[in-house]
T-cell receptor, first 118, second 116 residues
Framework: NAGVTQTPKFQVLKTGQSMTLQCAQD?????MSWYRQDPGMGLRLIHY???????DQGEVPNGYNVSRSTTEDFPLRLLSAAPSQTSVYFC?????????????????FGQGTRLTVV | AQTVTQSQPEMSVQEAETVTLSCTYD???????LFWYKQPPSRQMILVIR??????QNATENRFSVNFQKAAKSFSLKISDSQLGDTAMYFC?????????????FGKGITLSVRP
């Protein structure tokens, strides 16, 4: 059981380049999300999706696009990389299913992508 | 909007001792979830413990326990018998369970070092 798989683990981009960070999960989770982690800032939500075909913005969406064509995949696109996007990026998935009156709330994280924009 | 505050940027503890990491949060909700996540140098985010706000009993997971004070909006993590492998960054997180739109809000994290 692979869980949440992110690729690549490391990436260096030049300012203005575009790229896609890949995220795939094999747990049939409906909810997927992207966070960025910066020193002293914790993790901040970029975009999220509650199911195939549905996406929405999080706290810091500018400069990023997402799509969700399948349940398994949730890629994050940087349209024109900027040095301010240097960060560690995490993809996460969650079932958010109700069992009786309890919600299954555990989020499963990928191993992160360290992105440097020069 | 909910906010999560971890005011201590770093702490240090001697191996085998006990340490408490602080977290406060702000919300007008009555039903929510609180979490502590551990991020070791490997960068992997690992769920340590979870607390449901409607439960008065504090959650425990082996050497990890929480002190949940709902009225004070405080959620501290106690690590007993600290081990070298506990060295990591720890994040406190809040979630309002609104079904499919539930989102995690994280604090800024605290770096814990366990000294041999």
């Amino acid at each position: 059981n692979a869980g949440v798989t992110q690729t690549p683990k490391f990436q260096v981009l030049k300012t203005g380049q575009s790229m896609t960070l890949q995220c795939a999960q094999d747990m049939n989770h409906e909810y997927m999300s992207w966070y960025r982690q910066d020193p002293g800032m914790g993790l901040r939500l970029i975009h999220y999706s509650v199911g195939a075909g549905i996406t929405d913005q999080g706290e810091v969406p500018n400069g990023y696009n997402v799509s969700r064509s399948t349940t398994e995949d949730f890629p994050l696109r940087l349209l024109s990389a900027a040095p301010s996007q240097t960060s560690v990026y995490f993809c996460a998935s969650s079932p958010w299913t109700l069992r009786g009156n309890r919600m299954n709330t555990e989020a499963f994280f990928g191993q992160g992508t360290r992105l440097t924009v020069v | 909007a909910q906010t999560v505050t971890q005011s201590q940027p770093e702490m240090s503890v001697q191996e085998a001792e006990t340490v408490t990491l602080s977290c406060t949060y702000d919300t007008s909700e009555n039903n929510y979830y609180l979490f502590w996540y551990k991020q070791p140098p490997s960068r992997q985010m690992i769920l340590v413990i979870r607390q449901e706000a409607y439960k008065q009993q504090n959650a425990t997971e082996n050497r990890f326990s929480v002190n949940f004070q709902k009225a004070a909006k405080s959620f501290s993590l106690k690590i007993s018998d600290s081990q070298l492998g506990d060295t990591a960054m720890y994040f406190c997180a809040f979630m309002k369970p609104t079904g499919a739109n539930s989102k995690l809000t994280f604090g800024k994290g605290i770096t814990l070092s366990v000294r041999p």
